[in-house]
Nanobody
Framework: QVQLVESGGGLVQAGDSLRLSCAAT????????MGWFRQAPGKEREFVAA????????DEADSVKGRFTISRDNAKNTVDLEMNSLKPGDTAVYYC?????????????????WGQGTQVTVSS
């Protein structure tokens, strides 16, 4: 049974940093592209960042480029999202996802497994 469990969310002020982590079990982690998505109230789920199987390639949404960094540790089966210079617009539930695709994808549909999400709230 595949499980993705996010942690690290919380309430912070604008300009602060936060690090999210996702622990994966029940799958051969190194064979999956990993991604982070977020969903704000009343909005559709949107792509945040993705990382290749080896960790050598990453892709970030324009809205977070230069502020957020995705990384992974295949030995620990974890994928992290380092978030700096947070803005109130970053407030959302953040989801970790795993895809068997061979290339980085921004659409949600190709992701096979999802975590339950962790809330990030940024106050102004």
């Amino acid at each position: 049974q595949v499980q993705l469990v996010e942690s690290g969310g919380g309430l912070v002020q604008a300009g602060d940093s936060l690090r999210l982590s996702c622990a994966a079990t029940g799958l051969t982690f190194s064979r999956y592209i990993m991604g982070w998505f977020r969903q704000a109230p009343g909005k559709e789920r949107e792509f945040v960042a993705a990382i290749s199987r080896s960790g050598g390639n990453t892709d970030e949404a324009d809205s977070v480029k230069g502020r957020f960094t995705i990384s992974r540790d295949n030995a620990k089966n974890t994928v992290d999202l380092e978030m700096n210079s947070l803005k109130p617009g970053d407030t959302a539930v953040y989801y970790c996802a795993a895809s068997q695709r061979s290339w980085l994808v921004r659409r949600a549909a190709p992701y096979d497994y999802w975590g339950q999400g962790t809330q990030v709230t940024v106050s102004s």
